[in-house]
């Protein structure tokens, strides 16, 4: 299954600090910019490191994360109930050591995640998983529910360091969603 619990220790360290993230997150809804990436109006992103001054239990996670991890975008992505999103992809260099990593917040089971040729899956709060296959069409799909699901999706390359073109490629293809310049 290309969306794959993990258990790496630096990662651990934002599971186990979920609640607080969550709380920080709800608390600063209407202190810092979320917007709808492609316009979708169940579909909220935010970019926390434009306002780290919010998000203390972030920052401190952010500034201990391992020197050989580079990272490329944190961002909180909360999905409403009603969404059923159109299948996409991201083509991010996963053989330039690139990785996205998704941090359960919030959840319930009617939220799930379809991965084509896959099925369906869902996420669990307090796990962290990785989408190993980024590039395979997929989708949000949650018809029904009573609470947004919250995640936050980490964007990493693991081998250290990326190039200035790897980095770029990672900005151009989140800049689609983010609204990021490189």
Not at 24 to 47: A, C, G, R
Request: hydrophobic fraction near 35%.
């Amino acid at each position: 299954m290309p969306l794959s619990i993990v258990d790496i220790d630096w990662l651990n360290k934002f599971s186990d600090k979920g609640d607080q993230l969550l709380s920080e997150y709800k608390q600063s809804l209407d202190k810092v910019e979320t917007f709808n990436p492609i316009m979708h109006p169940l579909w909220s992103l935010m970019e926390p490191e434009k306002n780290l001054e919010h998000f203390p239990t972030l920052k401190g996670l952010l500034d201990g994360m391992p020197d050989d991890v580079f990272l490329s975008l944190v961002t909180f992505a909360s999905i409403t109930p009603g969404m059923i999103g159109m299948f996409h992809n991201e083509p991010y260099p996963r053989h330039l050591g690139f990785r996205r990593y998704h941090v359960v917040l919030q959840t319930e089971p009617t939220a799930q995640f379809e991965i084509e040729g896959e099925g369906m899956t869902t996420w669990e709060v307090g796990k962290v998983y990785e989408f190993e296959n980024p590039e395979t069409m997929h989708r949000i799909y949650y018809p029904e529910g009573k609470d947004e699901r919250i995640v936050m999706l980490i964007d990493v390359f693991v081998e250290g360091k990326p190039t200035e073109e790897a980095l770029k490629m990672t900005y151009d293809i989140a800049n689609g969603f983010v609204g990021r310049e490189g």
